[in-house]
């Protein structure tokens, strides 16, 4: 197995931005609501740990940054200043680094959104999720549909490159219905779009409601396949396919750091919560950090690093990862990395009986889902996952 594997995609880093004005019904992410957050504190923390991993990872060029959370646009500019600065001096950066930011429409303010840009941020991704006010509301959005649009705006007038999320598969939401609310979407894009299916995920409030018997008028399995080929279809037509499952973008506008995930990079994962992988001395290393931010914040300010013990991943760990984000994307995966990944060649008896199947197909040395099977990807994964 190459060393440097991980060359093949490029290097990110992950900033994680734990707190929230409110925490939303459907939100499984590690987001928490706090009544004051003392951002001097928080820059200190920030910067040790990108100096510290830095002097671990080497002089690597890195690709890309995404402040992700949690709601980023509540942090200062100064500190999102204060954190680029560090980056910029810990590792040499790409001339055309992507240096993405996460808002909500509720924080969005335009003085704020420019000190961002003077910062270096460069892409701003807006949690929009709904263009429908009662939806917002149903999913506990505290933002209306003219506050998004707004918001939009001032993005727009601040970044080049703006992309924004939207949920679809909800409740009572008809065909028709995703169908007005993806194109008047299309409408508003400049280049890039996430487009999500909800799922209700345990733990959450929506799970939680679920389980009492709650939470009705959710689509059915067929209705949440029609959606996602109508969403497909649509997208396509107005110039912004599909490049992975949930995301479409013009040619030349898909997000740079997701895509380091996708195609098996390397990325360190800084804040609470926030997951990584590091190659390092030939060993490919899974990080994660503690989810109390209190707790984050307290180990690093002790002297402790702010991660938990790594993991190493084995060649069959990292096959089935690469499987699993790489056949994401329409461009799929790399036949010769993966059995060099794997240490041991593909089961061609199943490959060629997916390919009979039209759940996959094979080009130029690639392996990739079929527009059929990118429906029914769980699947696939399971058939092509190493013994």
């Known amino acids: 197995m190459n060393a440097e594997d991980w060359q093949e995609a490029g290097f990110g880093l992950y900033i994680h931005w734990p707190f929230c004005l409110a925490k939303c019904p459907y939100c499984d992410f590690n987001s928490h609501v706090v009544a004051h957050i003392d951002m001097e504190r ?19 060029i890195l690709n890309s940054v995404f402040f992700g959370g949690g709601t980023p646009s509540l942090m200062s500019p100064d500190l999102v200043n204060t954190i680029l600065e560090t980056v910029r001096t810990t590792w040499p950066c790409a001339n055309d680094m992507e240096i993405t930011l996460e808002a909500n429409p509720t924080s969005v303010e335009a003085d704020r959104f420019r000190g961002y840009r003077d910062a270096g941020v460069n892409r701003v991704s807006l949690g929009i999720q709904a263009l429908n006010d009662g939806d917002l509301k149903r999913l506990g959005r505290m933002h209306s549909v003219a506050e998004a649009r707004a918001a939009f705006d001032i993005a727009r007038r601040c970044f080049a490159r703006v992309s924004f999320d939207l949920i679809y598969a909800r ?10 609310e993806l194109r008047e979407a299309l409408s508003m894009a400049v280049d890039h779009l996430s487009l999500y299916q909800l799922t209700i995920e345990p733990g959450t409030a929506f799970g939680d409601r679920l389980n009492r018997g709650g939470l009705r008028g959710l689509p059915d399995e067929d209705l949440g396949a029609d ?4 969403t497909q279809e649509i997208c396509e037509d107005a110039g912004m396919p599909a490049y992975e499952v949930s995301n479409h973008a013009r040619p030349g506008a898909e997000s740079r750091h997701n895509l380091i995930y996708w195609r098996m990079g390397d990325y360190a994962g800084v804040g609470p919560g926030a997951h990584g ?6 060993t490919r290393w899974a990080t994660e950090t503690p989810l109390s931010p209190e707790e984050w914040l307290t180990r690093v300010e002790t002297g402790e690093n702010g991660e938990l013990p790594r993991q190493a991943l084995s060649r069959e760990d990292q096959a089935a990862e690469y499987l699993l984000m790489g056949l994401r994307l329409v461009e799929g995966i790399s036949i010769s990395r993966l059995e060099n990944l794997a240490g041991k060649p593909l ?15 094979t080009a130029h040395g690639r392996l990739y889902a079929t527009k059929t099977g990118r429906a029914l990807l769980n699947g696939v994964i399971a058939a092509l996952l190493p013994d």
């Open 227 to 230: 959606m996602y080929a109508a």
């Open 171 to 180: 409740q009572d939401q008809t065909l028709a219905d995703w169908r007005a």
């Open 42 to 60: 928080w820059a200190r923390a920030y910067v040790s740990e990108i100096r510290r991993l830095g002097a671990e990872t080497g002089p690597r």
């Open 277 to 282: 992988r590091l190659t390092l001395d030939s």
């Open 347 to 361: 089961n061609h008896n199943i490959i060629n009986d997916l390919v009979e199947s039209g759940l996959i197909g």
